[in-house]
């Protein structure tokens, strides 16, 4: 986390918890640190974990239970996957429109798509 970033460090916390779900080394059922504890190791408000914790299960990545705490979503990896394909379709029909009515062929916008996957 950083403070040097533009991003809040709600974001910053969930995007961290996100990256680690979907690489498999948070597994589903299993617990998160508790809010304060978080806050406490991070030496941040317990209202920004929170917020992070919020916007993870508003996105399906984590369940909330009372009194027991926050824990992995078991249905959360393939969600998400779905989510993100929908918002890169978009965004493909986008710049397919876009090369179309700019006579870019099929196979430039290919090239370029595979140049800037590759970048970094």
Known sequence: MS???SRP???QISTQI????????????EALPSIRSLAK?????????????DLLQTDGFIETT???????????QDFYLEEQQKKIE???NEA???????GIPLNKLI??????YEED
């Not at 009194?67 to 979503?73: D, E, H, T």
């Not at 397919?96 to 700019?102: F, Y």
């Not at 090239?111 to 800037?116: F, H, I, Q």
């Open 90 to 92: 978009e965004h493909f």
């Open 9 to 11: 460090l709600y974001e």
């Open 41 to 53: 190791s991070l030496q941040i408000s317990v209202l920004t974990v929170q917020k992070a914790y």
């Open 111 to 116: 090239d370029l798509l595979k140049l800037l």
């Open 66 to 76: 009372a009194g027991k705490g926050c824990f992995v979503s078991v249905q959360n």
């Open 18 to 29: 996100r990256t680690q779900i979907m690489n498999g080394e948070l597994k589903a059922g």
């Open 3 to 5: 403070n040097r970033t």
């Open 96 to 102: 397919i429109g876009i090369a179309r009515t700019s």
